[in-house]
């Protein structure tokens, strides 16, 4: 089933992408995947922080726009592509989830259970989001508020798959 987009055909389309390069192997996967999108007209940006080495100074991938990890950084894209395990994930689930922003898994770590693809398939992967040939599931996910005793509101978020609440009281 094709995706549904609210964009025309004649938008440009753009995909935040948020690599997990903590090997030169993975730099050259981002590469190869900025290669495909790109050669299909498809603009892309590449989240960097203290996590993606190599991107940055790297001779194709730094000619790209490289954005941090900050809530804006999936406005205006079609999806986020992850290129990592569940950490990766659940990082771009956060920039995608602050613009309401569908986000693809492609496991590239160890742990990999929120990724709906796996290394192998990538160039299979990538192909389907170039000829927008996806179907976007949405998936339940969690509000948190945090009241103190006196009921006043000291916290706020949300959560994928999971809520862990601990104690500031802790004692021993």
């Known amino acids: 089933m094709a995706a ?6 004649s938008d440009q389309r753009v995909v935040l992408l948020v690599p997990h390069t903590g090997s030169m192997g993975n730099v050259a996967t981002t590469e190869r995947v900025v290669r495909l999108l790109s050669a299909a007209g498809i603009s892309v940006r590449i989240v960097v922080d203290d996590r993606t080495t190599g991107v940055s100074e790297h001779p194709y991938l730094s000619l790209y726009p490289l954005v941090a990890a900050e ?4 406005r205006g894209c079609e999806l986020v592509l992850v290129l ?33 693809w796996e290394e192998e398939s990538l160039e299979t992967a990538v192909e389907r989001v170039v000829l927008r040939d996806y179907r976007i599931e949405e998936r339940m996910t969690i509000d948190t508020v945090v009241v103190d005793a006196t009921g006043m509101e000291v916290g706020r978020s949300w959560a994928l798959n999971e809520v862990s609440m601990h104690s500031q009281n802790r004692r021993g």
């Open 4 to 9: 549904q987009s609210n964009r025309r055909a």
């Open 71 to 74: 809530p804006e950084a999936a």
């Open 84 to 116: 990592g395990g569940d950490g990766t994930f659940l990082r771009a689930a956060d920039l995608a989830h602050a613009v309401d922003v569908p986000v693809l898994g492609v496991n590239m770590g160890h742990v990999g259970f929120l990724a709906e």
